[in-house]
């Protein structure tokens, strides 16, 4: 059994941060569950431009509000407490936090992230071994 609480990954390697989001990495690839989880604040006001290309992600919102553009189709979702998007065809999209308050999100990939990714200029992660 795995049991993990936010406030043990906090400050931790496990807590990537970057310039526009926040990810507490819960669960991922040496736990061998076979997914990872995290629990990520999108910057209140940013907007992410991203594609996972060598990953699937579903993610539920859980706190603040934004929207995701899907850059294929030109659609635009709001995203609120409750809204929940699966990235199923490895969608290239931007994400955006409204301005004056963080989203936050969990987030769930397949294949398993290592832990201590970050987006590279294309705005995906590397595949881990």
Excluded at 14 to 21: F, K, P
Excluded at 89 to 118: W, Y
Aim: glycine share 10%; net charge negative; charged share 25%.
């Amino acid at each position: 059994m795995i049991v993990k609480h936010l406030d043990d990954i906090i400050g931790t390697a496990a807590d990537v941060d970057t310039e526009g989001w926040t990810s507490r990495r819960l669960i991922y690839k040496q736990d061998g569950m076979g997914y990872s989880v995290n629990d990520t604040i999108i910057k209140a006001g940013a907007e992410l431009e991203m594609e996972y290309r060598n990953h699937l992600e579903t993610v539920y919102c859980i706190d603040g509000e934004g929207e995701i553009t899907d850059l294929a189709t030109g659609l635009t979702h709001p995203i609120r407490p409750g809204t929940l998007y699966a990235l199923d065809a490895h969608d290239r999209h931007i994400l955006r936090a409204n301005k004056g308050v963080n989203m936050r999100m969990v987030c769930v990939f397949n294949p398993p992230l290592t832990g201590r990714e970050v987006h590279d200029a294309g705005g995906a992660y590397v595949l881990a071994d």
